[in-house]
């Protein structure tokens, strides 16, 4: 799998006003920079997610300011409120290395 | 001459074996080779002590531990789940959650996760606001040695209110 995939599980369709829950995983390594590779003895560079924002309807509605210690391919978990009609919740990431990464689901509205 | 010495035959033996007995005896006690015993512990392992320190101040705003809640405080403490025994340090489920629903006058800003035994003490911070419903958040983290992982939660009139666990690690992931 390519590094900065998301994978992201919704509901398929929601009611208007209900809370749902979003599940989500990240492929990335998160290297903290403290371990050092056996074979070669040398400290392997900082190179994490820092940064999320979360839209929902093109609004912020959540960020996470991650440190080393969250672990690798990282894992989050959080409700969102729907709307009253069909909007997209977007997801985008930045490391520090300077990728972006980014994903869009729509959220239908039953 | 064996009167004169008067010893006989049998009590030379007798006496000799005694004798032989004693000193083997004492030599076997006084150069006891050093592997019979078990080796002193001179070098203590590593792990370093549980800091057993609250965080106190979060962005110049003070830390409210409360030790004995009344019903109303226990809304917004935040309730936390963690396994009592994490076997690999590098992926630790945690889930933090406020019983207190999600309002436009009162929700709850900031989640924080500290851990004061990690090479750096604030592993997260998560910012909510009243569209999230629901003030959850759910992550794995990783943690060096066994020690107390504080989580706390500031809402949006300034009141921070901070609830902490303790966790055995058996592996460092850190």
């Known amino acids: ?110 | 001459m064996s009167k004169k010495l008067d010893v006989t035959r049998r009590d030379f033996i007798k006496k000799a074996a005694v004798a032989t007995a004693i000193t083997i005896g004492v030599n076997s006690i006084v150069n006891i080779p050093k592997s019979a015993f078990a080796k002193k512990m001179t070098t203590k392992p590593k792990i370093a002590k549980i800091i057993l320190k609250d965080v106190k101040t979060v962005n110049g705003k003070e830390v409210k531990w409360i030790n004995h809640p009344t019903k109303e405080e226990k809304l917004f403490i935040p309730t936390v789940r963690l396994p009592l025994i994490a076997q690999n340090g590098a992926f630790v489920p945690i889930t933090m959650e406020v019983r207190k629903p999600q309002t436009d006058k009162l929700y709850l800003k900031t989640f924080y996760i500290y851990d004061l035994n990690n090479p750096i003490p604030r592993a997260a911070s998560f910012n909510l606001t009243p569209e999230n419903g629901r003030a959850f958040i759910a992550t794995r983290i990783k943690l060096q040695q066994e020690s107390y992982v504080q989580v706390l939660a500031e809402y949006s009139n300034g009141e921070v209110y901070g609830f902490k666990k303790r966790i055995k690690v058996t592996v460092g992931g850190c």
């Open chain 1, 1 to 110: 799998m390519k590094i900065g995939t998301i994978m992201v599980r919704v509901p398929r369709k929601v009611k208007q006003g209900e809370i749902f829950k979003v599940l989500s995983l990240t492929h990335h390594p998160m290297d903290t920079g403290l371990i050092k590779n056996p074979k070669t003895g040398k400290t392997i560079p900082k190179w994490i997610i820092d940064k999320v924002d979360i839209y929902y309807d093109k609004k912020i509605i959540t960020t996470c300011n991650y440190g080393i210690a969250i672990s690798a391919n990282p894992f989050l978990a959080f409700y969102v409120k729907a709307g009253n009609k069909t909007a997209p919740l977007d997801f985008v990431m930045y490391d520090t290395k300077g990728n972006i990464y980014k994903r869009s689901i729509s959220i239908n509205i039953a």
